[in-house]
């Protein structure tokens, strides 16, 4: 049941301009503290602009609003300002999972309505909600008549910054979907990106360009002018139009993230805040947990998806994975490989994909017995080669079977490598966003949890549909074994939770022990076992996988805090950090009094020093850390590690030291 403590405090209704003379015709709203300021106003030409200031300096300048739409003039220019209004929230709510329990949103909201001064008088409101770290805003297109039916050829939404910013980007437009290593670059360098976009000044300030609530409607990507202005990009349809809507109606939020912190980013919670809350009903159901799979051994080749002599999604081997996870107290066993549809090129034709018909060698209806009496239930998976169209026409009874099967979760996936789908639709346009609504209220009806791999981006939806547990949505553990570019380098687990995570949780798949990977003789995972074992904390997921071979875990000292570590959280902590470097995060377990602590570092071995001081004051504690051996490094000494044990209090402080693409990672415990 989600908890509400609100205080909303009364509508002002402005009919005119700010009565400040010098700020005549501009409308202003500063966030709960002051720290955060937005100014709306016509230029010249009646084209709607706002401006965001932060602690009274500019960050984003003068930057335009507006739209194109089909079968009218522009609709940015010659407009009036008819009226506009604020209010304030300060609410508290409670997550049903996540990685913070109660998320305070505490605004500060101002609505501006502009309307054509000729022609048709055709209407859109701009909603500014103002938090101390940071804004979001987005169009409402009220009921009118000579507004109905919206095509939207264009949205001139700009981002005005104001200096030529250092940004973490990944290519929009591409082959490979999202799945890009990130590069860093001034932000007059790039082309058309992905959000977030994260940007640090060279004052020292971090900012994140991202949206929310992205339903109903297209993606954004940002295009550079090369003169400091990103530029609203939405992905099309196939037809050209870039969105298509029905008055009353709005656009997701478009926001910005502002910290003087890098770790503030991932705390601030700006983008959960500004989704609706739960549309689904009781969520009890949704359980977070840990999960082992039949999925790593297809990446190293030592198992197929396809049938034949090396299929891995037989009876025998599945049984073998819910005998390991029932004995280690493991939720889930996710099983890939087990429908018909996989023999052939499936990535260039999906529509053999059969989601309620096992392979001849895969028993389900035995398999899912025998786990329910271990105690474990079986993870669906639908791979659909992008073939959404023979996905929809089988969805009702895939899920029915998922929910007969007590097969409470489900991996999604929409393998292309083109960037648009088999109807020449775009893997990220707004017929996608309509899928995966689709496909959450399908899995809410049978009550099961999807994880979605090359999904559309994250943007904080799983506060209104909680049954949308985690993402791919960035290049995962997989790229380490077979990517030909010799896998994720060192700096990537330490951007990504300043850059996709702040869409909301990734399953990245952590837990590889075998890390020199014998099968593969060209590739290596760019990490040491202890930094493995420290992603479980920084990359937040609810449904965390522990991916490596079950025989790499047996009897391995380092797998206790695999098996010890929570999924679901109280709070988190940031403690330290600098994007691309280095990541220390603290986090309580929810309804519990333990902690765990992941520190990761790029490719640079680095000393740290962890403050204990979120730990409850007059209590002690026994911290167990997992760290690298005194000489272990990525490239040649991987699976060095240690196991420390030790009392601690409130007032400890751990000096870590961190080998090159090494990690700690640290439970404590009340004594």
Known sequence: MRKLFAVLLACVVITGACSTPEKKNIYEVGSPGNLVKVNVFLQEEGQPAYQIMFKDKVVVDTSALGFVLAGGPSFDKKLEVINSTTRSLDETWEQPWGEEREIRNQYNELTVSFQEKEGQNRKFDVVFRVYDYGTGFRYVFPEQENLKEIQVTDELTEFKMTGNHQAWWTPAYKGNRYEYLYQKDPINALDTVHTPLTMQTSEGLYLSIHEAALQNYSSMTLASDKNQTLTCDLVPWNTGVKAKMQAPSATPWRTLQIAEKPGDLITSYLILNLNEPNKIGEVSWVKPGKYIGIWWEMHINTGTWNSGPKHAATTKNTKKYIDFASKYGFDGVLVEGWNIGWDGDWMQDGSNFRFAEPYPDYNIDELCSYAKDKGVYIIGHHETGADVLNYESQLEEAYAFLEKHGMKAVKTGYVEMVGKLNNNEWHHGQFMVEHFKNVADMAAKHKVAVVAHEPIKQTGLRRTYPNMVSAEGARGQEYNAWSGDGGNPPSHTAILPFTRLLGGPMDFTPGVFDIQLPTQPNNQINTTLAKQLALYVVLYAPMQMACDLP????????????????????????????????????????????????????????????????????????????????????????????????????????????????????????M
């Not at 990541?583 to 490719?603: D, H, Y």
């Not at 204990?612 to 760290?627: H, W």
């Open 551 to 670: 025989e790499n875990y047996e009897g391995h000292p380092a797998f206790q805090f695999i098996l010890d570590v929570a999924t679901d959280w109280e709070t988190t902590k940031v403690l330290d950090a600098e994007i691309g470097e280095y990541v220390a995060i603290a986090r309580q377990e929810r309804g519990g009094e333990r902690w765990f602590v992941g520190a990761i570092t790029n490719e640079n071995p680095r000393n740290m020093n962890i403050k204990l001081d979120f730990l409850e004051s007059g209590k002690k504690y026994k911290a167990t850390l997992y760290a690298d051996g005194e000489d272990a490094h990525y490239l040649d000494n991987p699976t060095a590690y240690k196991i420390e044990e030790m009392e601690v209090t409130s007032g400890s402080e751990l000096p870590l030291k961190l080998a090159a693409s090494g990690g700690v990672a640290i439970s404590i415990v009340p």
